[in-house]
């Protein structure tokens, strides 16, 4: 078995770049691969003697970047990279977009808007949270939630859930609440494009967490028309075994590479485990082979 979703807390995971190679040890994968959002730091940290007293498997370099397309931000994996050329282009494109920049200019646009609902909120300098590490709208929604008298300041769909938080108001362009990152994230198509000069293969990642997303395949079909994307993220924590083989099966008729992966946290996502995602998923190995022509090309640390 294989994960190739995994993050550390170099982006917003809870564990070392070793935690996370022992862990796959213990688990007995045969390959991994780290994506930390628009960070390779993790390979850096393992820049050791010898990797493999930690893990006895393959290592796959990878990353996982966020794009703006439609108003919207999706992410987008990048495997078998090379490090070198990757953080040329991190440097000339994230140097003042920071995580932790981004999300504090997105929590004070949150509270800034936020007076048109004359929420209860405390003050934003008293919030105990980690910009580097947690993200703002998250953030925002669970102080509104704090306060119980704002439940009749709000809608009631947005009382609900996050999710519904995150799907009809951040994502919404006619709401005050609207987040406009066209700015702050690059397109698909430029992606894809620096991921192929590092030599790396570009995979759609999760697109069934995209709710608002109608047909996933016409919106496949579409991002690799227009980004030339090599292929999609079939196997994921949240997918359904059926919608695992639709996948599956759309990717093998259309010569696209297939990866799969646990998208594991730490203890920031509860129940989701390296390589087992929240206790059912199982990616196959044989899914590399569908990366025809390209070898593999193993991180050896030092």
Not at 21 to 26: D, G, I, N, S, Y
Not at 197 to 203: L, Q, Y
Not at 245 to 259: D, M, R
Request: net charge neutral; aromatic share 12%; proline share 2%.
């Amino acid at each position: 078995m294989i994960d190739l979703h995994i993050h550390t807390n170099e982006s917003d995971g809870t564990f070392t770049a070793e935690e996370v190679l022992k862990r796959a040890e213990e688990l007995k994968l045969s390959h991994i691969a780290i994506t930390d959002h628009e960070s390779c730091k993790a390979y850096d940290n393992l820049k050791i003697d010898d990797i493999k007293k930690y893990y006895s498997g393959k290592i796959i370099t990878g990353i996982e970047l966020k794009n703006y397309y439609n108003d919207r931000v999706i992410d987008i994996l990048g495997y078998n990279i090379d490090l070198e050329k990757m953080n040329k282009y991190l440097e000339e494109n994230y140097k003042d977009k920071t995580h932790g920049k981004l999300e504090t200019k997105n929590l004070k646009h949150f509270y800034k808007q936020s007076k048109g609902y004359n929420l209860k909120l405390d003050p934003i300098e008293s919030i105990n949270w980690n910009p580097d590490k947690d993200w703002a709208s998250l953030v925002f929604y669970n102080e509104i939630k704090k306060h119980k008298e704002n439940e009749s300041k709000v809608p009631a769909d947005l009382w609900e859930s996050f999710s519904n938080f995150k799907k009809d108001y951040i994502y919404n362009r006619k709401n005050m609440f609207f987040l406009d990152k066209k700015d702050d994230y690059p397109s698909p198509k430029k992606t894809v494009e620096a991921i192929h000069n590092a030599g790396g293969i570009a995979i759609l990642a999760h697109v069934y967490e995209y709710k608002w997303v109608e047909d996933k395949i016409d919106y496949i079909q579409e991002l690799i028309k227009t980004s030339n994307l090599d292929g999609i993220e079939c196997y994921y924590s949240n997918f359904t075994d059926m919608q695992i083989k639709l996948l599956t099966e759309y990717a093998k008729e259309n010569n696209l590479c297939i990866s799969g992966g646990s998208d594991f946290h730490g203890s920031r996502r509860k129940g989701v485990d390296i390589g087992k995602g929240r206790g059912s998923l199982l990616i196959p190995e044989e899914i590399l082979k569908t990366w025809k022509g390209r070898k593999i090309n193993e991180f050896r640390g030092k």
